[in-house]
């Protein structure tokens, strides 16, 4: 089998966090979420991305899906 570069999904939820000065203790309150689930995603550690995370995440931090999800084309080969 080939191994096929698709590129890859970029989460920017720690970046958004700086830029909003909002600690990751904070944002599990508001999210109701674990604080390791979140570094997680802070860290683009995650395999699955959950639909009701990203709603979760976009609603308390007031963002779009746009801004918190970045998809990186693969690099081309020359």
Do not use: F, W
């Amino acid at each position: 089998m080939i191994d096929v570069d698709y590129g890859h999904i970029h989460l920017k939820l720690a970046d958004i966090m700086k830029e909003q000065n909002i600690s990751i203790n904070k944002l599990a309150c508001r999210a109701e979420m674990q604080r390791t689930q979140l570094k997680a995603y802070m860290k683009n550690e995650i395999q699955r991305l959950d639909i009701a995370v990203l709603s979760r995440l976009c609603y308390v931090l007031e963002c779009s899906l746009e801004d918190l999800v970045e998809y990186i084309p693969p690099k081309k080969e020359s």
